[in-house]
């Protein structure tokens, strides 16, 4: 007869109060991110910020800076930053869709925002959370440059182009072939392919790649039984 698994309610109880009381004892974002101007250190954690971003933040605005003093918090309106202006001539903006704000916060210039993405003028199909909301060098689009924004056309992507492997390598990778289909040009086998590497392959190493690089291979080499 199976043991009945005895339910303890009072310590169920004790670790959602524990999970509860640390919950509200966090740090709220008006107090991280707060920035003490003369000495351009944040006062919770005493770090100070890189010498680069000082000019930045003294002359510049977060993004709830500017939302805080618009009409709806700026919900429809397109933002961009000064980095993106700088380092790409394609538009990259964020769309605002919805924004919560901390209200505790002293100027309510606090809070979470969500929108729709545009990178280098390629749009996203989903609303994502705005990142990098707390950095000095967030800017609002004028209402009558706006649709300059949106109408641009990104070029199209040139063609993928490819080279031979280096010699020892594909020698490799042909042998790897060649031992997985059973050998060379016999009847009913397939015929080895040239490898060739791809030159201008943009991936973003991050732990998504890797895990999904991970379910691929588990996936062509199936499971154990």
Not at 88 to 95: G, L
Not at 114 to 140: C, F, I, N, P
Not at 160 to 168: I, K, S, W
Request: hydrophobic share 35%; net charge positive.
């Amino acid at each position: 007869m199976v043991k009945k698994k005895r339910l303890r309610l009072i310590a169920e109880m004790a670790r959602k109060v524990r999970a509860y009381r640390e919950l509200k004892s966090r740090p709220r974002d008006s107090q991280r991110f707060a920035v003490d101007y003369e000495t351009m250190r944040r006062p919770l954690t005493g770090k100070m910020l890189p010498v680069l971003a000082w000019e930045d933040v003294r002359q510049e605005s977060r993004l709830f800076s500017i939302l805080a003093g618009m009409r709806f918090f700026g919900v429809g309106r397109v933002f961009t930053r000064k980095s993106w202006l700088e380092d790409h001539t394609e538009p990259s903006y964020w769309q605002v869709t919805k924004v919560r704000v901390d209200y505790t916060a002293e100027n309510m210039d606090h809070g979470k925002a969500w929108g729709v993405l545009t990178s280098k003028g390629k749009r996203e199909d989903k609303v994502q959370e705005v990142d990098k909301a707390m950095y000095h060098d967030w800017r609002l689009v004028p209402k009558h440059e706006e649709q300059k924004f949106r109408d641009f056309q990104p070029l199209p992507e040139p063609p993928m182009r490819y080279v031979t492997y280096p010699p020892l390598l594909r020698a490799i990778l042909l042998a790897q072939q060649r031992r997985g289909r059973g050998g060379g040009m016999e009847a009913g086998v397939e015929p080895v392919v040239e490898p060739m590497l791809p030159l201008n392959r943009d991936v973003m190493l991050n732990k998504d790649y890797f895990q999904k690089q991970e379910e691929e291979r588990k996936g062509k080499q199936g499971t154990p039984v």
